[in-house]
């Protein structure tokens, strides 16, 4: 039981490349999530989708784009990359009646230059 | 006003002391509050949650509520090395299961 694992660990991207960073979870959970970490910010909501089919956004979602390919798997994707969206980003999930509960991954560190 | 704010520390304790940590929330409809501890390099990981005014136990950790205050701490007690760590409050507002409103976290030092 992997729990949530997120691809890639590290990352490093030009100005305008575009990538998708990975999330999977094993605990056949409902709901699962997308964060970003910066210093002195504290953890904000990108995205979530409550369930498979659906998403809606977080706190910070401007520059990003999000798929829940299924019920194990949430992709985060960075159209154009900005140096402002350097940062450490997490994904979480949650089980149905217990979504305050979440469970992180290791998360992705990205470096946009 | 920030939504959900902490003295970022660092706070430093000796070993075997009660560290306290606390947090202030400025939307009085926030229904449930939560500790996440963050080792360096790491991701967060739930440790306490309370949803009633007043104090709730679980082994050395004790988190306590003041709903009218809107403030929420936790107390460590028997400080150990390990416990180390940056602890974030976390608050779930009314109108969205799903939306956790983190703060900056509060840097703890546990000193041998």
């Known amino acids: 039981n992997a729990g949530v694992t997120q691809t890639p660990k590290f990352q490093v991207l030009k100005t305008g490349q575009s990538m998708t960073l990975q999330c999977a979870q094993d605990m056949n959970h409902n709901s699962m999530y997308w964060y970003r970490q910066d210093p002195g910010m504290g953890l904000r909501l990108i995205y979530y989708?409550?369930?498979?089919?659906?998403?809606d956004k977080g706190e910070v979602p401007n520059g990003y784009n999000v798929s829940r390919l299924n019920k194990r798997e949430f992709s985060l994707r960075l159209e154009s990359a900005a140096p402002s969206q350097t940062s450490v980003y997490f994904c979480a999930s949650s089980e149905e009646g217990r979504e305050e509960t979440q469970y992180f991954g290791p998360g992705t560190r990205l470096l946009v230059l | 006003q920030k939504e959900v704010e902490q003295n970022s520390g660092p706070l430093s304790v000796p070993e075997g002391a009660i560290a306290s940590l606390n947090c202030t929330y400025s939307d009085r409809g926030s229904q449930s509050f939560f500790w996440y501890r963050q080792y360096s390099g790491k991701s967060p990981e739930l440790i306490m949650f309370i949803y009633s005014n007043g104090d709730k136990e679980d082994g050395r950790f004790t988190a306590q509520l003041n709903k009218a205050s809107q403030y929420v701490s936790l107390l460590i007690r028997d400080s150990q090395p390990s416990d180390s760590a940056t602890y974030l409050c976390?608050?779930?507002?009314?109108?969205?299961?799903?939306?956790?409103?983190f703060g900056k976290g509060t840097l703890l030092t546990v000193n041998p």
């Open positions: 989708s409550a369930s498979e089919g659906t998403t």
């Open positions: 976390a608050v779930k507002r009314g109108g969205s299961n799903y939306k956790l409103t």
